[in-house]
């Protein structure tokens, strides 16, 4: 116990500085909270090296913890990457916001295939409101549905969104996305079940800054709200069921750079528009015999 002192000492003697304890403590509740929804036997393979201490010596969450990474001066999380760390087939968990509130200066928070289906919340809606700085959040692979996008609504620092492979339908959302006016990244693929309609309910006509959107395997079949979107570079509509009529919208998008429109085997005539920019086309099977004005 004194060397630990006499090493805390030291450290601050040189101006050494480490992890804010509300952090470190709020990081070791999140380690349990995965813990708690994982199969008996997994403890010590979820997050290993966010102990304590490690050999006697005490650990610091910046420096030692995978997955986390720090602001040099600060000293607080600014990124937290739990990709795969529920381990359990079978039990869905309800996401506690609350474990992430202290964490003032998170940027980019991962929670990638970790089969959560809701969240959880004390203050209803006001959930991310501490999450002021988030710019990136990855909850692909999850079994998210409709009832997160109001609390996604409220992260209007977010530049990329990453939804994919979730029950997202658009059906039952009154504003879907709309604020998030700096979003620059949005992957809405596979869901399977968006179909065309609720693009317009999911907001996306809003979201004008948008770059790179990915609606592949979505099950839409026109393309409504997103003529709008002039600044998009990148767009995946493949695999769903775009008809040829539909396509129209895509004039206005004269920014676009890659088009993936494979898979769509109900279209059978391409006719697009002057695309100046485009670099990459991708047409393989679809159904098309037609080629009209490329
Ligand atoms: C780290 O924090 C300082 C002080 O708040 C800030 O000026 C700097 O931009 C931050 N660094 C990064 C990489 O965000
Ligand atoms: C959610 O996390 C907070 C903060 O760690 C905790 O106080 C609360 O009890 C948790 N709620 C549930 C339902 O687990
Ligand atoms: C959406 O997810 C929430 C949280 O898991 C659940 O309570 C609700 O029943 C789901 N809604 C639908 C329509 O599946
Ligand atoms: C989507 O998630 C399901 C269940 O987690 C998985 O079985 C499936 O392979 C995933 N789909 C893709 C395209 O990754
Ligand atoms: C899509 O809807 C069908 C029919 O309601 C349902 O069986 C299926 O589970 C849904 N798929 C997803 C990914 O939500
Ligand atoms: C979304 O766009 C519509 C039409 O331009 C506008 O009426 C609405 O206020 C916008 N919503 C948000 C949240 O910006
Ligand atoms: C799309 O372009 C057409 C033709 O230039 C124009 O009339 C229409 O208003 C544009 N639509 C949107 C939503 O910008
Ligand atoms: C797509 O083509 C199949 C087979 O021709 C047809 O059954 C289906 O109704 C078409 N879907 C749409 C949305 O046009």
New binding site residues.
């Given amino acids: 116990m004194s060397l630990i002192w006499i090493i805390v000492l030291m450290n601050e003697i040189h101006g050494y500085k480490a992890c804010l304890e509300i952090e470190r403590t709020?990081l070791l509740?999140?380690k349990s909270?995965f813990i708690s929804f994982s199969d008996i036997g997994y403890d010590d393979d979820i997050l290993p090296s966010w102990v304590g201490e490690d050999d006697g010596m005490p650990s610091d969450c910046c420096d030692d913890w995978e997955g986390v990474m720090c602001n040099a001066t600060t000293r607080r999380v600014m990124q937290l990457s739990l990709t795969y760390t529920k381990r359990s087939h079978l039990r869905d968990a309800?996401l506690?916001?609350?474990?992430f509130?202290p964490f003032e200066e998170l940027q980019s928070l991962d929670l990638f295939l970790n089969g959560l289906a809701g969240i959880?919340e004390?203050r209803a809606y006001d959930s991310f409101g501490s999450l002021k700085q988030l710019k990136k959040l990855n909850l692909g692979h999850n079994f998210f549905n409709d009832s997160i996008l109001p609390y996604l609504n409220t992260l209007t620092s977010l530049t990329t969104l990453i939804l994919s492979n979730n029950s997202i339908e658009g059906s039952r959302t009154k504003q879907g996305l709309a604020n998030l006016r700096y979003l620059q990244v949005l992957d809405l693929s596979w869901n399977r079940n968006i179909t065309s309609g609720s693009l317009t309910r999911l907001g996306l006509a809003n979201l004008t800054n948008l770059k790179e959107l990915d609606l592949g395997s979505c099950g839409i079949t026109t393309l409504q709200g997103l003529a709008k979107l002039k600044n998009l570079e990148v767009l995946d509509l493949s695999s769903n069921y775009i008809i040829h009529g539909s396509l129209e919208v895509l004039a206005n998008l004269t920014n676009l750079q890659v088009l993936d429109l494979s898979y769509n085997r109900n279209l059978t005539t391409l006719g697009l528009a002057n695309l100046p920019n485009l670099k990459a086309l991708d047409l393989g099977y679809c159904g098309i015999t037609t080629i009209q004005g490329i």
């Fill in positions: 709020a509740e999140i909270f309800t506690n916001m609350s474990l509130h959880y004390n």
